[in-house]
Structures are given as C-alpha cells and as structure tokens.
C-alpha cells in the first residue's frame, strides 16, 4: 500500500515545515498579544511560547515590525467575496456584506492584538511607513479588483476612492460590532453595504 507523504513528517517538504513553523509562531505570537498587548511582546517571549529557539523565529521574521505586519496579513486579511464578473454594484456589495459578516468569529478573536498593533504602530515612524506600504498595496489591489468585476459606469465614486471608502466603514462596522456586538447587528452590515450601493432616486 502507498503512503501519502503528507503521513510522514520525515518526507514532507521543508517548504512545509518551515510554514508550519511560521503558522505556530503567528499563533503564538497572536496569544501573547491577546494576553499583553503587542507592546510587551518580545520574539524570545514568542519562540518560547511557541516550543521553538529564537534562531527560528528570527529565521521567519526579521524584527517585532515584520512580525506585525505577518500577524495583520494573517489574521486581519482583507475581505474578498466570490462574484461573477460583470455583477451589478449592489450585487457586490451584498455579496462583501455576507463576506464581511462571516469573518466576525474570527475578527473577534483578533481584534485586541490588532488594536494594540495599530495603537503601538502610531508611535513607530518606520513601521508606520511599513503599514502605508501594504496598505496602499491592498489598495491598489481592491481597486483593480472592482474595476474588473463591476460593469462599466456602475460605480459611483472612482474605484481608487471607493475602496477605501469600503474599507472605512467595513473597518468601522467590524470593530464597533466586537465592542457592541448587539447594537452593530448583521443587519446593520446589510443595511450599510446596501446604502451604499443605491442608486440615487
């Protein structure tokens, strides 16, 4: 009989060993911050947490500021429905809706360590700039998103503005659900995404 090699750590690629090293570092990494705030985490605290030396989890991250961003990137991704090209604006937004909706378990989870990145990241210049890069990149990148999958003349603002419009009050909707989860209900995600997308009368 075959063995997968998945069956067998000693076969498995070091492609996937190093990631597996560097999703228990973010997972332990996301604990502390969790516990302590960003602030006070240190990559020795992080590698001990996670069973591993600092050798790994600087041979993953080069400092505590490129552990910020991974730890964003993982657990704070930007949301992107599954829509057909071509669908209507406010199918679109319905559809970010639902998106939006269904990271909230995981949103919730993440949503004290990345308050304390953000709030820690206003007083660090460089990772500041490091935060615009990706963001901008983010972006750029839901810009050319909506672009393609919108019909032509169907949005009402241009796609570079409108994105971070989306972003603002997705951001907005997200974590003033977390602080009052009964007053920021799924319908209000609704209602918003769908103001937003009606036509003027």
């Known amino acids: 009989m075959e063995t997968d090699v998945r069956d067998n750590p000693r076969r498995r690629p070091k492609g996937d060993k190093r990631q597996r090293t560097r999703t228990a570092l973010l997972a332990a990494a996301r604990e502390l911050v969790r516990e302590t705030g960003f602030e006070q985490v240190t990559m020795e605290a992080v590698a001990r947490r996670a069973g591993m ?39 679109i937004l319905a559809a970010l809706a639902e998106a939006t909706i269904a990271t909230l378990p995981e949103r919730r989870m993440a949503a004290v360590g990345y308050l304390s990145g953000r709030a820690y990241a206003l007083g660090q210049a460089e990772l500041r700039k490091k935060v615009h890069e990706a963001t901008a990149h983010d972006y750029a990148a839901g810009a ?33 659900h977390v602080l009052t989860p009964d007053l920021v209900t799924d319908d209000v995600f609704r209602a918003a995404f769908a103001a937003l997308g009606a036509k003027e009368r």
């Open 53 to 91: 030396t600092s050798g790994a989890i600087y041979g993953n991250f080069k400092n505590r500021d490129d552990l910020l961003i991974a730890l964003s990137d993982q657990y704070w991704a930007p949301i992107a429905p599954d829509v057909a090209p071509g669908s209507s604006f406010a199918e």
């Open 144 to 176: 050319e998103w909506l672009r393609q999958t919108t019909k032509e003349g169907d949005l009402p603002m241009a796609p570079e503005t409108l994105v971070r419009v989306i972003h603002a009050m997705s951001e907005g909707l997200v974590l003033q």
